[in-house]
């Protein structure tokens, strides 16, 4: 009885030690808290370097944009001759009817009314992934079930 006790503690000691996971500043992964997304964010200026929209790639029509998550929650996308303002936030959604895809309960909300393709950046996606250089979003639609991915990376 002692011999199986001490092989039941073992391999649990065992398990626990390959189910630890590191949170080193250099992961790649961290959905980290609501305060450490919106400080990351607001840390910086930021670029869509992958936007994908139902299948289809659209990132080209956010080149050559700077992004800055401001103060008071202002959006604002600049390309030099253009500039947009809208609106973000980080947002805790502990609903049961998220369909969170391996995401965090976390939602990052992005809102523009102008102009069209700026318009298709406005929900509330899901965070797949931030660091210190890196936003992933993902968003899976209600309606007809397409899936959006969006990309920051810091410049």
């Avoid at 500043?25 to 869509?48: C, I």
């Avoid at 994908?52 to 030099?80: I, M, S």
């Avoid at 318009?119 to 936003?135: A, G, K, M, R, Y």
Wanted: net charge negative.
């Amino acid at each position: 009885m002692r011999r199986a006790n001490f092989l039941a503690a073992g391999l649990i000691f065992l398990g626990s030690l390959v189910s630890c996971s590191s949170d080193d500043s250099n992961g790649t992964v961290n959905n980290g808290s609501l305060t450490e997304v919106t400080d990351t964010a607001r840390n910086g200026t930021w670029a869509v370097t992958f936007y994908e929209d139902d299948g289809n790639n659209e990132t080209n029509h956010f080149q050559g944009y700077t992004f800055t998550f401001g103060n008071n929650n202002v959006l604002t996308a600049t390309n030099g001759t253009n500039t947009y303002t809208g609106n973000w936030s980080v947002t805790d959604s502990d609903s049961s009817d998220d369909d969170d895809n391996g995401s965090s309960d976390l939602d990052f909300n992005i809102a523009f009314s102008t102009p069209a393709s700026f318009e298709d950046l406005t929900d509330d996606w899901d965070i797949l992934e931030t660091n210190d250089n890196t936003i992933k979003l993902i968003d899976v639609s209600g309606g007809n079930g397409g899936t959006d991915y969006l990309t920051f990376e810091k410049n």
